[in-house]
């Protein structure tokens, strides 16, 4: 009997896999991304060729796997179809990466809210399912690691074409990308366009608005605010006062950014925030066994 599952978390730059057996993870891998939106389906398959060769599929009987790019039905299909041919006989189920925070966070109903170099949210109350935000750099995340960083940059673009002099947040900034001043960053930012290394950057806004930067702080306060915003009208679509699930690397990282969240929710009457303290892909383990349990209620 296949007793074993496997959950695969598929981000835009990795891909982090476990394989469980009797609820337990046994072993883990990790491969580039086998995002289809972002590398093509070859790539996607041969990252997943990687990650599934060093857990094993023998004795696996359902696989879940969460990633950003399967919001269409195929885009789903896609990725459904890669696994099945590498996990033959397995149960497979393929959801919206954001599905696995709140079951990595032990909470069937609430509102994930995802704030990495990407911003989303999804929920879920009983039958009922919302999703926000999500909708990439190019048309928002707004609230994202990215978003942060670009803002920061913007701001200090502003500056410039005011002629006003540097403030300190382009200062650092500038100094951070290993810039001689604020005057580089517009060809910089055009020449280094991978988003996980403007993300990282957002790190000098935290940074700096600890220490009472004005700048700063407002660009915390409006991130705050636009996750604030996408957890509330999931809220209210599903009408759901909770829990919220802070995850993704920014809001996990950065306490500032929590507390203003949560005192934003506060506001708008959700009392009830957490912050996912393990990685999402155990909640595809959990997924993955629901649908093994499924699997055996039909023998």
Known sequence: MNTAVIGLDIGGSKTQAVRA????????ALSGSANISSVGRDEAGRQL???????????????????????????????????????????IRVVHDSQLILAAAGVRDGIAVISGTGAVAWGRKDERRARAGGWGYLLGDEGSGYWVAKEAVRRTLIRLDRDESADHLGQQLAADCGLQGTEELLDHFYAQQERRYWAGRARVVFELAQSGDAASIEIVEEAARALTDIAVSVAERIGSTGPVVLAGGLAVHQPALQRRVRHHLGMRGISDLRVLTVDPVRGAVQIALRELGRRGSQR
């Open 21 to 28: 057996e009797n609820g337990v993870v046994v072993t883990e």
């Open 49 to 91: 060729d990687i990650a599934l060769a060093r857990l094993g599929v023998d004795g696996v009987g359902a696989v879940c796997a969460g990633a950003a790019g399967v919001e269409t039905p195929a885009g789903a299909a896609t990725l459904t179809a890669l696994l099945a041919e590498r996990v033959p006989g397995a149960r």
